[in-house]
């Protein structure tokens, strides 16, 4: 099972203040357990709201609003993408995570081909077997 690990942002990441060495030092620990368990695919932090945009479909043309946003509550400032056997797993990795009073991380299981049923059609899987097959290509060239 994939998860998607939302850390959400504060007044601080949103003022595009950076994390110190110390903490830098604990998450850059922590992200290697995760990737020598096998547990990480993939992690980034996100740049503040300020440099962002948000895009609302709500008629013909799309209406475009540049950052930044008021409600830090609805932001995300990172995110990691793990591969664990269960939800518990991911709760108990993230338990061993740096972060300090305050903080709020969200986890949210991805999905899979199979849990779209009857609307993934072998047309619709294999279309997405060929885009995950060029996003690795691309990545090796």
């Known amino acids: 099972m994939r998860f998607l690990i ?5 007044k601080n990441s949103e003022a595009g203040a950076l994390p110190d060495t110390k903490m830098l030092t604990e998450m850059g ?3 290697e357990e995760l990737v020598k368990a096998g547990v990480m695919l993939a992690a980034e932090g996100l740049q503040p ?10 008629g013909k043309e799309p209406v475009v609003t540049d950052g930044p946003f008021a409600e830090t509550k609805e932001l995300i400032a990172g995110f990691w993408l793990w591969q664990v056997k269960s939800k518990e797993e991911a709760i108990e990795w993230l338990k061993r995570s740096p972060f300090g009073p305050g903080a709020v991380v969200e986890i949210r299981q991805v999905f899979e081909v ?15 077997k060929r885009l995950r097959a060029e996003i690795e290509r691309q990545k090796s060239s």
């Open 29 to 31: 620990k922590f992200n």
């Open 49 to 58: 709201s300020s440099k962002g945009a948000r895009m609302m479909f709500t």
């Open 114 to 128: 199979a849990d779209f049923g009857d609307a993934a059609t072998s047309e619709v899987v294999e279309r997405g």
């Open 6 to 10: 939302a850390v959400k942002a504060d």
